[in-house]
């Protein structure tokens, strides 16, 4: 099996930064893509940022040029630097990962979630 583990939400002002952390543990073979979602009270779930194992990155039009997305291949860890946050960022943010956990098989995780809440 594989967790996820969150960490670094909070609130935070408008204009502030926060900086999302997200490492996987467990049986682990490789990690492929990894990336954020949110999701805010009453709407669906949405992508924010995801990032291939290669580095190749992309972005949700909302977060573009405020957040950036960063992955350590060799710690297995993923981290989501927000700046210039705003109130419609406020949202549970959580951490996704497609794991190789054997030599055939694919498997999608998510974390448990992490509150972000940006005040205006």
């Known amino acids: 099996q594989v967790q996820l583990l969150e960490s670094g939400g909070g609130l935070v002002k408008a204009g502030g930064s926060l900086r999302l952390s997200c490492k996987a543990s467990?049986?682990?073979?490789?990690?492929?893509?990894m990336g954020w979602y949110r999701q805010a009270p009453g709407k669906q779930r949405e992508l924010v940022a995801v990032i291939t194992s290669g580095g190749s990155t992309n972005y949700a039009d909302s977060v573009k040029r405020r957040f950036t997305i960063s992955k350590n291949n060799a710690e297995n860890t993923m981290s989501l630097q927000m700046d210039s946050l705003k109130p419609e960022d406020t949202a549970v943010y959580y951490c996704?990962?497609?794991?190789?956990?054997?030599?055939?098989?694919?498997?999608?995780?998510w974390g448990q979630g992490t509150q972000v809440t940006v005040s205006s």
């Open positions: 467990g049986s682990i073979l490789s990690i492929s893509n």
């Open positions: 996704k990962a497609t794991v190789r956990t054997a030599v055939y098989t694919l498997n999608i995780f």
